[in-house]
Nanobody, 125 residues
Framework: QVQLVESGGGLVQAGDSLRLSCTAS????????MGWFRQAAGKDREFLAV????????NYADSVKGRFTISRDNAKYTLYLEMNSLKPEDTAVYYC??????????????????WGQGTQVTVSS
């Protein structure tokens, strides 16, 4: 089992950048594929990005492609989400998730095995 803790959220202005981190407990982190999701108030949880166990393969939702970058540092048991050109519509609680299927690029939240508690990102106009 792995525990995930997100950090790096906060209040920013439109056009700003922010980097989220997700730190995992346990040595199994490097075997998991990892994803980022977000959930805005009153909306369903939305897939943003996924990276495979090695970090070589990534996939993004169209809504963030070109603005967000997912990466990982297995030596530090940490997943990142670099967010640029933030918009008010990016306001949401952001979650990281882990899947034991390390090479699968999963985009559905129900396919993930472990979740963090979330970190709030608020983008003002």
């Amino acid at each position: 089992q792995v525990q995930l803790v997100e950090s790096g959220g906060g209040l920013v202005q439109a056009g700003d950048s922010l980097r989220l981190s997700c730190t995992a407990s346990g040595r199994t982190f490097s075997s998991y594929s990892m994803g980022w999701f977000r959930q805005a108030a009153g909306k369903d949880r939305e897939f943003l990005a996924v990276v495979n166990w090695s970090g070589r393969n990534t996939n993004y939702a169209d809504s963030v492609k070109g603005r967000f970058t997912i990466s990982r540092d297995n030596a530090k048991y940490t997943l990142y989400l670099e967010m640029n050109s933030l918009k008010p519509e990016d306001t949401a609680v952001y979650y990281c998730a882990a899947s034991v299927w390390g090479d699968l690029m999963l985009t559905i939240d129900g396919q993930y095995d472990y979740w963090g508690q979330g970190t709030q990102v608020t983008v003002s106009s």
